[in-house]
């Protein structure tokens, strides 16, 4: 269970910074819906295979 002290907002924020390898930035494409799609069926997979 979370702090009290974080859910009335008094911690200090966190910084989150998301890089590629070494430091590179992240390559964004676009992708087609029907590929979206197939990554999330993977994941889904993936996720039902590690349970």
């Not at 009290?4 to 966190?14: H, Q």
């Not at 989150?16 to 197939?38: K, Q, S, W």
Request: proline letters at 0%; a negative charge; charged letters at 35%.
């Amino acid at each position: 269970m979370e702090r009290r002290a974080r859910l009335l907002g008094l911690d200090r924020r966190n910084k989150t910074e998301v890089t590629g390898a070494d430091g590179a930035a992240i390559e964004i494409t676009n992708v087609t819906l029907d590929e979206l799609e197939a990554l999330i069926g993977i994941a889904e997979e993936a996720a039902r295979g590690s349970e």
